[in-house]
């Protein structure tokens, strides 16, 4: 589904996941927790077959803590987070990247919910957003046309943000049910959510007009495309998947 949409899109355009891509909660069951590392590796493989290079690090990615998500990364692919680091308060992933889409120079920046992780004596902590964004963004702000936040945060924490980060133009949610949230604006930045579990793609058309200019020109338009059975498969896709699914069965018989 997703690359049939590329294929129709005339305009530049980038894929983000915000996070909470390979675990459904922030711990692993004891006796499935092999099989879910597999199955969580299948999810990066085809994610990234896809055509994602990146996404934020949510409080379920670290289930089975950052070590696992260092070691399963894929070539082109990079795990983002300003926030979670090592007891040594080594920042443990990329906190930001800059890249091109089209013509704009784009930073998109990635914070976890230092509030919902369960790092379960696993050797990192979590900083508050507070202590590590305004810097980044100040590091950031003059080098892009546009800026993104992929948060873990809750509504209520990515409103704060947004109010007290007003470089910030785009914060795309991950982690807190709310299911499909069409954008709405809190001083200049919008913030949205796609529902969890895979059920829809979030597609966000931006008319780009410039820096803090929503209520200056530039304008967007938004839509959720459900992910019904019925789509046809992608083979490549398909073929990952199947072969998640067995090595999933049997590590599950060997547990």
Same mark, same amino acid.
């Given at each position: 589904?997703?690359?049939?949409?590329?294929?129709?899109?005339?305009?530049?355009?980038?894929?983000?996941?915000?996070?909470?891509?390979?675990?459904?909660?922030?711990?692993?069951?004891?006796?499935?927790?092999?099989?879910?590392?597999?199955?969580?590796?299948?999810?990066? *493989?085809?994610?990234? #077959?896809?055509?994602?290079?990146?996404?934020?690090?949510?409080?379920?990615?670290?289930?089975?803590?950052?070590?696992?998500?260092?070691?399963?990364?894929?070539?082109?692919?990079?795990?983002?987070?300003? @926030?979670?680091?090592?007891?040594?308060?080594?920042?443990?992933?990329?906190?930001?990247?800059?890249?091109?889409?089209?013509?704009?120079?784009? #930073?998109?920046? #990635?914070?976890?919910?230092?509030?919902?992780? @369960?790092?379960?004596?696993?050797?990192?902590?979590?900083?508050?957003?507070?202590?590590?964004?305004?810097?980044?963004?100040?590091?950031?702000?003059?080098?892009?046309?546009?800026?993104?936040?992929?948060?873990?945060?809750?509504?209520?924490?990515?409103?704060?943000?947004?109010?007290?980060?007003?470089?910030?133009?785009?914060?795309?949610?991950?982690?807190?049910?709310?299911?499909?949230?069409?954008?709405?604006?809190?001083? @200049?930045?919008?913030?949205?959510?796609?529902?969890?579990?895979?059920?829809?793609?979030?597609?966000?058309? *931006?008319?780009?007009?410039?820096?803090?200019?929503?209520?200056?020109?530039?304008?967007?338009?938004?839509?959720?495309?459900?992910?019904?059975?019925?789509?046809?498969?992608?083979?490549?896709?398909?073929? *990952?998947?199947?072969?998640?699914?067995?090595?999933?069965?049997?590590?599950?018989?060997?547990?």
């Amino acid at each position: 589904a997703l690359t049939s949409l590329q294929s129709q899109l005339k305009d530049p355009w980038l894929i983000i996941d915000s996070g909470n891509m390979l675990f459904p909660e922030d711990k692993l069951p004891p006796g499935e927790a092999e099989a879910m590392k597999i199955g969580a590796q299948g999810v990066l *493989i085809a994610n990234s #077959a896809m055509g994602y290079r990146f996404a934020g690090v949510a409080a379920n990615d670290l289930a089975a803590g950052p070590l696992f998500l260092q070691t399963i990364t894929v070539d082109k692919f990079t795990w983002l987070s300003l @926030n979670v680091v090592s007891q040594n308060g080594e920042q443990l992933f990329s906190g930001y990247t800059v890249l091109s889409v089209g013509p704009l120079k784009v #930073a998109v920046l #990635a914070l976890t919910d230092h509030a919902s992780v @369960n790092n379960g004596g696993q050797g990192f902590t979590v900083l508050p957003w507070q202590q590590v964004l305004p810097q980044a963004m100040n590091l950031l702000r003059p080098q892009a046309d546009l800026t993104i936040l992929l948060s873990n945060y809750s509504m209520a924490v990515n409103k704060e943000i947004a109010r007290a980060t007003p470089g910030l133009d785009l914060i795309f949610q991950s982690g807190h049910v709310m299911g499909n949230m069409q954008p709405i604006q809190i001083n @200049n930045a919008l913030i949205t959510q796609t529902g969890v579990k895979g059920k829809y793609l979030g597609q966000l058309d *931006i008319n780009w007009l410039g820096t803090g200019t929503w209520q200056k020109g530039s304008t967007f338009s938004h839509r959720f495309i459900p992910l019904s059975p019925n789509m046809e498969d992608e083979p490549a896709i398909d073929q *990952i998947i199947k072969k998640t699914l067995q090595e999933m069965k049997k590590a599950g018989k060997s547990s």
